[in-house]
């Protein structure tokens, strides 16, 4: 099953900022090889959900999921609106 985005929008209703989907891929091909000690492809961490080490009945459900975080993403939008400016200028 291959699911598509169309856009990731950061922000609330009235004070948002967006990437478009070819904007994201430019993002993350332009940090695919920054370092990290953790298990990543490019800006994005995968990572359990919840690893629940005291296996507490309220978390249990989620210790098999696994999560995609974007740490930073605020940081990248801003830096390709800098790129898109510059590229334009």
């Not at 005291?54 to 210790?63: I, Q």
């Not at 974007?70 to 990248?76: H, N, P, S, T």
Request: proline share 1%; glycine share 4%.
């Amino acid at each position: 099953m291959q699911i598509e985005i169309d856009a990731i929008v950061y922000g609330s209703v009235n004070d948002f900022l967006w990437l478009s989907r070819e904007e994201i891929l430019e993002v993350l091909l332009r940090k695919q090889n920054n370092y990290s000690t953790g298990v990543h492809f490019s800006n994005l961490f995968v990572q359990p959900q919840n690893r629940c080490l005291n296996y507490n009945k309220k978390y249990e459900s989620a210790r098999h999921n696994v999560q995609i975080k974007w740490y930073g993403l605020f940081d990248d939008i801003m830096e390709n609106l800098y790129y898109k400016e510059n590229r334009n200028a």
